[in-house]
């Protein structure tokens, strides 16, 4: 009961400051004007990019099947397809939730030890943020005058990060380390010789097996181009929305990079999907690229919620078709 009561409360909480973000965004919308332009909206685009969303996600299990196998696992692709976007649902519900949701159902039906199924996720983790480091180097080094028009118009963001003490940070945890490192030299022997220890060094080394995976994987060649693959679907998947709104349709294939590594970033903001923060951080890049502020809250509004009702219906459908796909597995 407790544990229902954490996890309703945690979900308002993160679900209110999504809101919250999203009513700062758009508060001084004319709503009549609003609904006016998304009626001149060119739909066929949006369906266009919701498939080849779909697609990055079948990249996406696709690569996940090769981590899976280089473990001795050998998932139906439409299965991992199920765990990806079931994970996806869940974070929709809960930030970095859909991490622990998919690790669970993996081990459900392919009898993956959890924290193996979680290292090989954590270690996917880890490629995208390289990947989207990789696209943030190309937008500084073509575009990088729009990063700094966003700076000098939200200079409260800039601000923030100058009161943040990094030092003060670091030496915080150099502390912390040194405290746990002279407790574990002096009671090496007791804290080895412990349940608790013995059963937390099993659950870390299963864990960085998941993550080791990419040591033995198969075909890295393969591997490498799946990865590519998933982002360059991602930023397809965007930039193809430009094309629904005749304001937005003749910006270059950077503007969208710009605004899809900007959304990017947004997406790691405590809030479902998202919200509101992906939605404020778009609208600024266009509206630096010269596009209406009333234009770019439209093309927000229909990239971003196209996107997660398609998670929302894809993911739901994962779930309820899993088990009838795997009816046979005991």
Known sequence: MKKRLKITLKFLAFFSAGIFLFWLVYKDQNVSELWSALKKVNYFWIWVSLFIGILSHVARALRWNMLAKSLGYHPKTINSFFYVMIGYLANLALPRMGEVTRSVIINRYEKMPITKA????????????????????????????????????????????????????????????????LIFVFFNRRIK??????????????????????????????????????????????????????ETSDLSVFAGLTAFVMGSFAMIA?????????????????????????TAKVFALVCHESMTAMLIVVGFISLIAIPLVNKNNK
């Open 118 to 181: 979680f290292g090989t996720i954590v270690l996917e983790r880890i490629i995208d943020m390289i990947m989207l480091l990789l696209c943030t180097l190309i937008v500084l080094f073509t575009q990088f005058h729009i990063p700094l028009d966003f700076i000098h118009s939200h200079p409260e963001i800039a601000e923030k990060f100058s009161n943040i003490n990094f030092l003060n940070i670091l030496m915080i945890f150099f502390i912390i380390v040194i405290v746990f490192g």
């Open 193 to 246: 010789n412990s349940v608790i220890y013995k059963k937390l060094a099993d659950l870390i080394r299963s864990f960085f097996q998941g993550l080791k995976t990419i040591k033995t994987v198969n075909n890295k060649p393969l591997f490498i181009f799946y990865s590519f693959l998933i982002w360059f679907f991602y930023f397809l998947m965007m930039y193809l929305c430009f094309f629904s709104i005749p």
């Open 270 to 294: 405590p809030v479902q999907g998202g919200m509101g923060a992906w939605h404020f951080m778009v609208i600024a890049t266009l509206i630096s690229y010269g596009i209406d502020g009333n």
